[in-house]
């Protein structure tokens, strides 16, 4: 579950990202947070990374107060989170294996069951046998898709995703909407924003709407 109370992040000069917003996702819940641009809606993303910290209020990952968490813990954190960013954030010198290799090299993780997960990984987001290729040579869906397979490549119990079709035509944002249903569907809890409210509208998610820092609407 994830538990935002009262939470206020206001960054120096004043600025005001978000301003005493609330909410509750439950586990397994499949959520599309939506605003406009400057909505606050990657500040609240990365409060739930603890990337930021909140100015005041509590955020709550599966019970754990994450708001003053000790910079040594926030790893353990992320073992269990998947994030995706609106850019790739490929390393285009190493090839697919290594870039999504990366975060089981980073916790350690035996190379044999490393590489196997690799593959499931990569399976699960079509790019099965695609593994040697350098990123230079994919299309941006492709990219796209290295990323999301680095991100549950761990099995996180939570995924979440800024702006993860941003810059991808509609055919490929609607393969992508999909895929992230496909993990909502085996159980894992997802929160991805977009700028576009119809992306998700057929998966039929709940909705938490931002405006000005503000929270509009958290619907199921």
Do not use: C, W
């Not at 294996?97 to 916790?107: E, G, H, K, Q, S």
Request: proline share 5%; no cysteine; glycine share 10%.
């Amino acid at each position: 579950m994830i538990v935002f109370e009262e939470v206020v992040k206001r960054y120096p000069g004043g600025y005001t990202a978000l301003a005493g917003v609330s909410f509750e996702i439950p586990a397994g819940e499949l959520t599309v947070l939506s605003g406009h641009s400057g909505a606050g809606k990657s500040t609240l993303l990365k409060l739930i990374a603890a990337i930021e910290r909140p100015t005041s209020g509590t955020v709550r990952i599966s019970g754990q107060d994450v708001s003053g968490l000790r910079r040594r813990a926030i790893p353990y954190l992320r073992r269990n989170l998947g994030l995706v960013l609106q850019e790739s954030r490929l390393l285009y010198d190493r090839n697919v294996f290594d870039n999504v290799m990366l975060p089981l090299v980073i916790t350690g993780h035996p190379p044999r069951d490393a590489a196997k997960r690799v593959a499931a990984a990569l399976d699960r987001v079509g790019l099965a046998g695609r593994e040697r290729e350098m990123p230079a040579g994919l299309s941006g869906g492709e990219q796209q898709r290295v990323a999301i397979a680095r991100a549950i490549v761990n099995r996180p119990s939570i995924l979440i995703a800024d702006e993860p079709t941003a810059h991808l035509d509609t055919a490929y944002a609607a393969e992508i909407a999909t895929l992230f249903k496909s993990f909502n569907a085996a159980g894992v809890t997802v929160l991805v924003s977009t700028h576009d409210d119809r992306l998700f509208a057929r998966h039929q998610p709940r909705r938490i709407v931002l405006g000005k820092g503000l929270l509009i609407e958290a619907a199921a």
